[in-house]
């Protein structure tokens, strides 16, 4: 029986108004009367998710932001993988013909180096505003905090994104992990960790559980490892093709309520 659940929110649990549905909030309320854990698992920072647990009245729950580069339970970090601020000021030497849009991400911070098309669209995807600082300011801010980045997006033209992915699997290979979600934006976060790898650090020290006990959902390349790895795996109907292929069951996709009909149908709520 499963006993724990961990879900994707961008393309898997959020309706067509990039919201939480009447009938996926309920669903989560009867889970949390069955006193089954939902995780969100996400590459967005802690304050981009925490409205959404306090809709479907998680916050108390632990909360994965950073695709696993950041874990906290209680509000405090138990886990926190960062990109070294050497490689983030290498690519921001790199960048300085490019000009790609570079947004940088620690924890709850959140820095962008100016007002164009690329910070109105985050904004308006996550409900987060940013601050506006040079990438060159924040990197010597967060060299005296002794603090890297969860995560780096670059966004742009393709062709200068390509460029800056081939610099960094050229300079970096073995320290970052490159996700492209669409042909405009390259997310940069650290190697060693994955959705997986968060799900299992929860498991092992907070939830006492085994993977095989625990469901979860996603929809895109960063879910896949998570969705082969856990006990049932489910992929909601508009996920890539890579995701259906390994995903253990697939359900109607996520403007559908993919989530709740499966946690409904499998869970007997």
Known sequence: MFKIIFSDIDGTLLNADRDLSEY?????????????????????????????QKKMEIEHLPLISYNGGLILVDGKPVSSTEIPIEILS????????????????????WYVPRDDFWTQREINNTKIQPEFKSNQLVIEKWRKENKGAHKIMAMGEEEKIDAIKEFLKENFPDQLHLYRSKPTYLEIAPRTISKLTAVQHLLDNHFKLPLSQSMAFGDNYNDVEMIRGVGMGIAVGNA?????????????????????KSIIELLKL
């Open 24 to 52: 996926t909030i309920e669903t989560i309320k009867k889970l949390s009367k069955e006193a089954i854990p939902f995780i969100l698992i996400s590459s967005r920072m802690p304050a981009a998710m925490k409205h959404l």
């Open 90 to 109: 290498e690519l921001h030497k790199f960048n300085q013909k490019l000009d790609v849009h570079l947004s940088l991400f620690h924890h709850d911070e």
């Open 240 to 260: 890539k093709p890579e995701v259906l292929e390994i995903a253990h069951m697939v359900t109607t996709p996520g403007k559908e309520d993919g989530v709740a």
